[in-house]
């Protein structure tokens, strides 16, 4: 009995040893191919803002997850309870949250979440630290999506610095012990932009969204506050004084919106060839580009093309 529990032990022990000396092994790396590429369903989480941030930057890519079965959150940290030119407060702020989950419905995704911090006033302190580790724990995300630190609005920027502060924090197991920490780092990315000071965004992977193209305008048609009547900067004028009125309301936002998207894909031609290939990455019309954040796991090119699966479909 004892010997047949050495040579158990013995070989539970040697076994994997020689697996690791074995030339060609499977690395780390291929493993998490093998796995993202099979059955695993990626849990994805992206902070926006405002309600509407995370649907503008990364819309087209979640409705690709959603569709493929993958668990996709949107966090908006504000309430946007200043972004419109005739509503304000706590009444605002309920008409964003039901935008954003209608928006979410037509996604697909699974949850729209919409933090009770006022919108212009967000600020990285502890407090919000503490809740930005905890909604990253509790959706056990694979993948954390944000804004870039160098965005024109405080609210994107502390937004950006709030998930930084949360990228290696998620894994420590006394910070927030009340939710059990995450025993793999997320790949955490940045949504793309336009600024170049200090640093211009750089594309890590850009993703095509033509097929899922009109459900993200549909979803973003769904922030009425927004675009229909202009948000913040809107007036009386946009407002339309009947059915008629509001079809061309429709229509011109639609159109206006194809045109803020459109030069996403030129600008990040060169990477989406060199993604997709010639043939399919010269045609490429509308696309979301993300850089991957040098704080959380860093991914290879070949496991960030497998966690952004909108390759080969
Ligand atoms: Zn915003």
Known sequence: MKKAIFVLVSLTLIVPMLILSMPGRVSAVDSDLAEVSSTKKLRIIAFGAHP???EEKAGGVSAIWAALGHQVKFVSTTNGDIGNWRTTGALLAQRRTTEARQAAKTLGIESSL???NHDGELMPTLEN???IVRLIREWKADIVLTHRTNDYHPDHRYTGVLVQDAAFMVTAPFF????PRLPKNPVFLYYSDDFERPNPFRPDIVVAIDDVFDQKLDALMAFESQFIEGG????????AKNEAELAVRQRDVRNWLCGQFEPV??????????LYGEDKGKKIKYAEAFEMCEYGRQASAAELKQLFPSFGR
């Open 232 to 239: 913040g900067n809107g007036h009386e004028g946009l407002l």
């Open 176 to 179: 927030c012990p009340d939710v």
């Open 52 to 54: 509407d941030d995370c």
């Open 265 to 274: 894909a030129d600008k990040y031609r060169k990477k989406l060839i060199e």
């Open 114 to 116: 919409v933090l009770d």
């Open 129 to 131: 630290r503490k809740k």
